[in-house]
T-cell receptor, first 109, second 111 residues
Framework: SQTIHQWPATLVQPVGSPLSLECTVE??????LYWYRQAAGRGLQLLFY??????ISSEVPQNLSASRPQDRQFILSSKKLLLSDSGFYLC????????FGQGTRLTVV | AQSVTQPDIHITVSEGASLELRCNYS??????LFWYVQSPGQGLQLLLK??????LVQGIKGFEAEFKRSQSSFNLRKPSVHWSDAAEYFC?????????FGAGTRLTVKP
């Protein structure tokens, strides 16, 4: 069966520090992969999606970047975090419907 | 531009009462349609999905949704709400590789 792993679960980082969140999927090949951000009390904002290795589509110009170095690995990064980067980050994979990881709560202080 | 609208930010219902959460979408073609539920601090769980065929779809936990093409809607319903249904509910649409979510509706269940 397919599973998705996202880590870490929580993260507190100072402003200006780098960020790396990792997501891996098991049990499927060539999935679509997504990064979403959920601000407190708000819906999900699509940040990036990928349809294959090295293929990244960015939805919103921002302080973040994404990479897909392997078929089932999706990484969200930042060189210098801003306070506004705080939020709940969710990784998902899909063929048709999306399946989500458990999320990473990022607090930038 | 593609969009998903959940007009109700917060709904409160009494336990045992019926529930309907609204969702409207704007897409150039009929997308795939989904409802997800999120408990606090957790990821999203798929409740049900519509790809094609019968426009009334059944999901987990006693939920159902009806696709109405003429209204571009995909409303979620449950005949009798349980206290454990209190959560955030998200409508989503998918088309090709794109998946968009509504802003969510927070459901509170009164005893």
């Amino acid at each position: 069966s397919q599973t998705i792993h996202q880590w870490p679960a929580t993260l507190v980082q100072p402003v200006g520090s780098p960020l790396s969140l990792e997501c891996t999927v098991e049990g499927t090949s060539n999935p679509n992969l997504y990064w979403y951000r959920q601000a407190a009390g708000r819906g999900l904002q699509l940040l990036f999606y990928s349809v294959g290795i090295g293929q990244i589509s960015s939805e919103v110009p921002q302080n973040l970047s994404a990479s897909r170095p392997q078929d089932r690995q999706f990484i969200l990064s930042s060189k210098k975090l801003l306070l506004s980067d705080s939020g709940f980050y969710l990784c998902a994979w899909s063929v048709r419907e999306a399946f989500f990881g458990q999320g990473t709560r990022l607090t930038v202080v | 531009a593609q969009s998903v609208t959940q007009p109700d930010i917060h709904i409160t219902v009494s336990e045992g009462a019926s529930l309907e959460l609204r969702c409207n979408y704007s897409y150039g073609a009929t997308p795939y349609l989904f409802w997800y539920v999120q408990s606090p601090g957790q990821g999203l769980q798929l409740l049900l999905k519509y790809f094609s065929g019968d426009t009334l779809v059944q999901g987990i936990k006693g939920f159902e949704a009806e696709f109405k093409r003429s209204q571009s809607s995909f409303n979620l319903r449950k005949p009798s709400v349980h206290w454990s249904d209190a959560a955030e509910y998200f409508c989503a649409v998918g088309y090709n590789n794109d998946m968009r979510f509504g802003a969510g509706t927070r459901l509170t269940v009164k005893p």
